[in-house]
């Protein structure tokens, strides 16, 4: 069964970090450009970050750039999201996707991926 699988959400306080992991099952990684979106209530869901399959160019969303970084272990077969100095309006639900042919320029669309992972829940809160 193909799959991608997340997790590392919690509850962090704002000024916090927190690791997402979004790991495969069923298929290899290094040939799939990965992104992360997140969904907050009452929002449309958007993207935050991006990794390439080749060449592993990353892409931030202009919220996050500076605070969040994208990584692949493709050994591991997983992707990470660290994210740092957090505010309460990274919460949200954040998601994982897999995408075998990424265009350039449709990093942050939700429509060439592939792959979803089921979400893993991100509250910034004091």
């Known amino acids: 069964q193909v799959q991608l699988v997340e997790s590392g959400g919690g509850l962090v306080q704002p000024g916090g970090s927190l690791r997402l992991s979004c790991a495969a099952v069923?298929?290899?990684?290094?040939?799939?450009?990965i992104g992360w979106f997140r969904q907050a209530p009452g929002k449309e869901r958007e993207g935050v970050s991006c990794i390439r399959s080749r060449g592993g160019t990353t892409y931030y969303a202009e919220s996050v750039k500076g605070r969040f970084t994208i990584s692949r272990d493709n050994a591991k077969n997983t992707v990470y999201l660290q994210m740092n100095s957090l505010k309460p309006e990274d919460t949200a639900v954040y998601y994982c996707?897999?995408?075998?042919?990424?265009?350039?320029?449709?990093?942050?669309?939700?429509?060439?991926?592939?792959?979803w992972g089921q979400g893993t829940q991100v509250t910034v809160s004091s």
């Open positions: 996707a897999a995408s075998y042919n990424l265009r350039y320029g449709a990093h942050f669309l939700e429509s060439p991926y592939d792959y």
């Open positions: 069923g298929f290899t990684l290094d040939y799939y450009s």
